[in-house]
């Protein structure tokens, strides 16, 4: 194993390095040394990374696949890739193994031939040309295809994802080869594989019915599906999910017959689909020979064993073009260019010809006899090959484990996880039928829990990952509650001990005042009302009611009284909709009166939190009430519908014929449990604020998403906002989770997945149009635009909706589209800090799609005045971009009208150096003091420079030292303009003179100085100079107030500086600095087993030392900023009511959280132990985490998620559908 080098090594190999490392001979395993040189990344997927280099001293090419090794499992890929020689299979040259850059991280590495092209982009290069692939080249290909198939499935071998991203191609000899065997598995008689396999589009219909003991026709399918896209430029089958790619096939191939599922899958048992008819092919492939057809045909079969194997596929007359001698191949690249000679294809192997000798005749030609005899082969007397044991010569191969039944306990974790992914579950392979309902996976789960309760590893595991699946996947959580109402009707004794360690959970969150998770915990009880003897869980809301009104005496600005409001609010609908619904209707509506009194009335603060504050100068298109002022009105309403609740499933509802009993309302009851609630809550760890609701589609016309009306709003809300929230650990699990948010309410909630918004209109009237992509795209954007700030950091919920995307990029991205324009159109009506976040958000996620948007739609507003709100958006989103990229990239993704924006200076990588002109003053010292720079000098040296730069601005009559400063800070930024760390390093070394001339009298005016020097010379990228401003910060160099004074008193220019982002994020920066010391020595005064005598010379010195300090810079932004507030331009005055509302709540927030934090008690010091336990700490938390993360590949080392598949989504193809979207 390679110690010298941690993984990372190709991504940071210099230019002409050489890398040497110990490695074993791909064929024959000898150690060895290679060279190589010159990395690349050239492909990046979930389960690796590939890299080109180039072998030295040969300099031939070559590519090294990077995977993660799992300890525990011989690498499948590699054992395989060590048996397969073949002229069209890419060769394993040489493997070995590194350490990664975490401790006990292991790659693999295998040097493999380097291939420059794939069938993938050849056919797109055919389509951007706004044609298809010429027959010629498909047949050669396909022809390749075949053989390596037939090779390798000689062997035993299935590859398993046969699609053109893994066909590589020469295009200068047109020799296709087969790669990545990373789904590659050798098949065995009667041994169960995974069905959740091979990429989307190319799946064999047998996979789609969960098929486990197929054989390698789904390989021959495959290349059926490979054939048909290169003959369309397109693929036959797309479909985003399984069932929708079933149904594609079923478009073409018809309804498959009862004897063709069978055949599929004999364990499939649902037959019900609709009949349609086969679609002739030659309709399908209008320009296409009747031997395409006919070879099509026999490919794409329904039935496996009547499907072509792939030697039989090559003996086609489809393909006798090539095995005419004459036939050449014609330079379809480039027009007038030569034809050359078709690569070699009839150079077979004694193995290849003693696969089906009896085709022999068939296969070779007969002008590639001779050669063939020539080299000793027999070719009338071939044996066929014996088909290869599973142990026949192995060599060094992994053996088969032995055939086991799956544990319980492990069919018992998949069910569970994978509880509520209803009747159209397509996603990982959890082994179970891809049509059973909720019910019947909530049956399931309880039989299993009952069957083996006397199993207690798997009752304590099953309990253990109820209540972790709780809190972290809340939208399950009736689906869970409905598992164990079944379970106590089975195995009461369960229950018993389940209510137990619920206590043992919830008592603690009560007393830590961690609300969300009481919340949910009680969302779970609720949804068990029907177990509990007397009232259940009304008496606990009465308690919360009660500690509510009391917190509200007591003060009324007091936000935790809300917060229990809320969770009275938000349980109530959860626990109606249980099995114990109608009788406790009564119990709701007395809830619902008493809460209304606090729920109804304004809060103070909501002013504050409001996302449109200049909403009563314009008509209203958004909801800016109160989320719990709305949430209060929904519940009445639902009171006086009887508490109807369609919206929410019931998986609780067991299907029985006439005359069987209600098991669930027969099953034994509980006593609930006994939670008590401390004489002073806890506000816990999250600050509370109100809470405005925001909807980005509320102006389309058509209710897209549940309006502020209807009574589902905020329950749903609610519940994507928990699983947002609480999965920050998983942005991809998150994700998948929102994309199939229809699965987890309740049927006909929302319209079909990718339903287009403008067929909306042909919904039936009785029926809701909520796109359930719009519902996810509008949580995410709430929970990213919360006041005063969201929970995570804001590139968290970036990168949801960017995975999002990627997931359902056909369904989420027009979705992200019309959330854009309504942003937009709003954007001047939208608080400071919000303008911000969009702004953001916007040009990082045309940074993860190739940036492309369609600006089109924007060019009116580029004639605007540059401090218009939109205007300001668009000049400030380009900036972003060029920061996020470089400035001629993203002047290429423009159109001409807003390429002028992109001035030449912008496009310069470095900008000019003001002291090159000869003209202007001091330029010869400028230049001197630059060389002293890169020279390293002394500070002596420097000395003397500087003093005569200071003597020649006397006698000029201007300010010495200002000059001096400006010429030193200048060069220095000129020179470290390669690079940030460039210009710090500079820093370290001037450090010490720049501290020198920034303190003491005078010291406020020479901080200024360098600030305008910095921001002077990065004038055109302002962002470069926002960071060092920032870098010049931490170093102490500049203070916060001279940098506050620098932007808003002496830069503001009349109030025009408000509106650039740059300046915003400048100031931004500072005042976080000084809130940040706040919070240090908040934290400080906190710390546990502190004297007493220090923490409170930290609370009363020093802490009100820095809160003087903080109070002092934002009562310094905000008389500069009202300063300019008067203005006779009402967009100044605009920006500045803005600046002033945004900063103003800062400061509040800041205060408050000062406040909460002191008035917390002072934790305990955790209690000292032994040093070999400490090596444990955070085990369990981490174990928590993972155990979450709901990859298969944890239970079943098989397959590739679809994830993976989803990834290749190219860039153009999701900006295509955001750019596209309902205009």
């Known amino acids: ?157 299935c590859h398993r994802d046969i699609k053109p991203q893994n066909l590589l191609l020469d295009p200068a000899t047109g020799v296709l080869k087969l790669c990545d065997f990373g789904s590659a598995k050798i098949l065995v008689e009667n041994e169960p594989n995974v069905s959740y396999i091979c990429s989307r589009y190319y799946r064999a219909p047998e996979l789609i019915f969960g098929a486990t003991n197929y054989t390698t026709k789904i390989d021959v399918w495959s290349t059926g599906c490979v054939m048909a896209e290169l003959m369309l430029g397109q693929p036959l089958f797309p479909g985003e999910s399984g069932i929708d790619q079933l149904v594609e096939i079923i478009k073409v191939l018809g309804t498959p017959t009862r004897d063709q599922i069978r055949t599929m899958n004999p364990n499939y048992m649902e037959h019900k689909f609709p009949q349609i008819k086969p679609h002739p092919f030659n309709k399908v492939f209008r320009k296409a020979s009747a031997e395409a057809i006919d070879l099509i045909s026999a490919l794409l079969e329904y039935t496996p064993t009547q499907r072509l194997s792939a030697i039989d ?55 590639a006899r001779a050669r063939l005899v020539a080299q000793g082969l027999d070719l009338d007397n071939f044996s066929p090959i014996r088909k290869r044991r599973h142990n026949d010569d192995w060599e060094d191969r992994r053996p088969q484990r032995r055939r086991h039944e799956e544990p319980v306990r492990v069919t018992l974790r998949k069910k569970v996880l994978a509880v509520g992914e209803g009747p159209v579950f397509d996603g990982p392979p959890h082994e179970r039928r891809p049509d059973q309902r909720p019910e019947e996976q909530v049956a399931d789960i309880a039989k299993l829990v009952a069957d083996n309760y006397f199993d207690s590893d798997l009752t304590g595991e099953f309990t253990s990952l109820l209540l972790q699946m709780i809190v972290e996947q809340p939208l399950k959580i009736p689906f869970l509650a409905a598992a164990v109402l079944v379970a106590n009707s089975q195995k009461p004794e369960y229950t018993a001990e389940l209510i137990g360690k619920i206590l043992a959970r919830l008592q603690p969150l009560i007393d830590s005042g961690s609300w969300r998770e009481v919340k949910l915990y009680l969302r779970f009880l609720g949804g068990l009302q029907g177990l509990w003897e007397g009232d259940g869980v009304f008496p606990v809301l009465e308690q919360l009611f009660n500690k509510a009104i009391e917190l509200q005496t007591n003060s009324s600005d007091d936000t935790l009284g809300l917060e229990l409001v809320k969770i009275i609010l938000l349980t109530i609908p959860y626990t109606l909709a249980s099995s114990a619904s109608t009788a406790f209707t009564d119990h709701a509506n007395s809830l619902i009166e008493k809460t209304d009194v606090i729920a109804s009335i304004p809060h103070a603060l909501e002013a504050l939190v409001d996302p449109f504050p200049s909403m009563e100068q314009a008509a209203s298109t958004t909801s800016h009430e109160s989320a719990l002022a709305l949430l209060q009105r929904h519940m009445v309403q639902e009171s006086k519908s009887d508490w109807e609740l369609s919206y929410l499933p019931r998986p609780w509802k067991i299907y029985r014929r006439d005359g069987e009993e209600d098991l669930l309302a027969s099953a034994q009851k509980h006593p609930f449990p006994a939670l008590t609630f ?8 999250r600050s509370i604020f109100p809470e405005i609701y925001l909807s980005v589609y509320s102006d389309q016309g058509l209710d897209t998403v549940p309006a502020t009306t209807d009574t589902s709003a905020i329950v749903i809300r609610d519940a994507l906002n928990d699983a947002i929230n609480n999965l920050d650990f998983n942005r991809v699990l998150t994700a998948r989770f929102l994309v199939d948010v229809d699965r987890y309410f309740g049927r006909h909630t929302f319209v079909p997945r990718g339903t287009p918004f403008d067929k909306l209109k042909d919904v039936s009237a009785d029926r809701v149009m909520w796109k359930p992509e719009d519902v996810v795209v509008d949580a995410v954007f709430a929970q990213l635009f919360t006041l005063p700030a969201p929970e995570h950091k804001l590139v968290y919920y970036h990168s949801v909706l960017t995975e999002t995307c990627k997931l359902a990029p056909q369904a989420v991205a027009p979705s992200l589209g019309r959330a854009i324009r309504f942003l937009y159109r709003n954007v001047e009506r939208m608080d400071l800090e919000l303008a911000s976040r969009f702004l953001d958000w916007f040009a990082h996620h045309l940074s993860n799609f190739g940036f492309t948007w369609k600006w089109t739609e924007w060019v009116a507003d580029l004639d605007l005045p540059d401090i218009e709100p939109r205007k300001a958006f668009i000049l400030d989103a380009i900036d972003k971009e060029i920061r996020l990229s470089f400035a001629q990239r993203i002047k290429g993704t423009l159109p001409e009208e807003y390429k002028r924006l992109i001035t030449a200076k912008k496009e310069q990588d470095t900008p000019d150096f003001k002291f090159a002109d000869e003209q202007l003053p001091f330029s010869e010292q400028g230049k001197e003091v630059s060389q002293l720079i890169r020279k390293k000098a002394t500070d002596d040296e420097f000395a003397s420079v500087l003093d005569k730069v200071e003597a020649d601005a006397a006698a000029l009559g201007l300010d010495p030292k200002a000059v001096s400063t400006d010429v030193l800070v200048t060069a220095m930024t000129y020179v470290g303009s390669k690079s940030l760390s460039h210009f710090l390093a500079i820093v370290e070394r001037s450090k010490d003179r720049l501290l020198s001339i920034t303190s003491g009298e005078g010291g406020r005016a020479i901080q200024k100085q360098i600030i305008t020097s910095v921001v002077s010379f990065w004038q055109d990228q302002r962002g470069n100079g926002v960071n060092i401003v920032d870098k010049l910060l931490n170093y102490e160099i500049v203070t916060p107030p001279a940098t506050i004074e620098w932007i808003l008193t002496d830069n503001i220019d009349g109030g025009s500086l408000l509106a650039a982002a740059w300046a915003q994020e400048l100031v931004e920066r500072t005042c976080t600095k000084v809130v940040g010391r706040v919070k240090q020595v908040v934290a400080a005064v906190r710390q546990p087993g502190l004297d007493e005598g220090k923490r409170v010379e930290l609370q009363t010195v020093v802490l009100e030392a820095e809160l003087a300090k903080m109070r002092s810079l934002f009562a310094l932004v905000h008389d500069s900023v009202a300063a300019v507030q008067h203005s006779e331009d009402q967009l100044i005055k605009t920006w500045a009511a803005k600046w002033l509302k945004a900063w103003s709540r800062r400061g509040t927030v800041a205060e408050a959280w000062v406040r909460e934090e002191l008035a917390k008690p002072i934790p305990l010091p955790p209690p000292v132990e032994p040093e070999k336990e400490t090596a444990m700490e955070g085990v369990e938390e981490s174990d928590r985490r993972v155990k979450a993360r709901l990859d298969e590949d944890n239970v079943v080392k098989e397959g590739k998620a679809e994830a993976g598949a989803d990834a290749e989504m190219d860039a153009e193809e999701v900006n295509s559908h955001i750019n596209g979207a309902d205009v």
């Open 678 to 685: 401390p004489d002073t809550l806890q506000l816990g760890p």
């Open 1 to 157: 194993m390679s110690q010298t080098r941690p993984g990372g090594v190709f991504s940071g190999l210099r230019m002409g390095e050489v890398i040497r490392e110990k490695v074993q001979d791909g064929l024959t395993g000898e150690q060895r040394e290679i060279q190589y040189t010159q990395c690349k990344i050239v492909g990046n997927g979930s389960f690796g990374v590939v890299f080109q280099t180039k072998l030295s001293p040969s300099g031939e090419d070559a590519a090294i696949k990077r995977v993660l090794q799992d300890k525990r499992f011989k690498n499948r890929e590699l054992q395989i890739m060590r048996i397969v020689r073949h002229p069209n299979i890419v060769e394993l040259k040489a493997f070995y193994y590194s350490n990664g850059e975490r401790k006990d991280e292991v790659y693999l590495n295998l040097v493999l031939e380097y291939v420059p092209e794939t069938v993938y982009r050849a056919s797109r290069y055919f389509n951007k040309m706004k044609t298809t692939m010429p027959i010629l080249e498909v047949k050669l290909y396909i022809y390749q295809l075949f053989r390596s198939l037939a090779y390798i499935h000689s062997q035993g071998i």
């Open 313 to 367: 596929a090559m003996c086609q007359p489809f393909f006798d073009e090539l095995r005419d001698p004459s036939t050449r191949l014609p330079d379809s690249r480039h027009a007038g260019g030569s034809s050359r000679e078709l690569p070699s294809l009839f150079d077979f192997s004694r193995h290849e010809l003693s696969i089906a000798p009896h085709l022999n005749h068939k296969l070779i030609p007969p002008h």
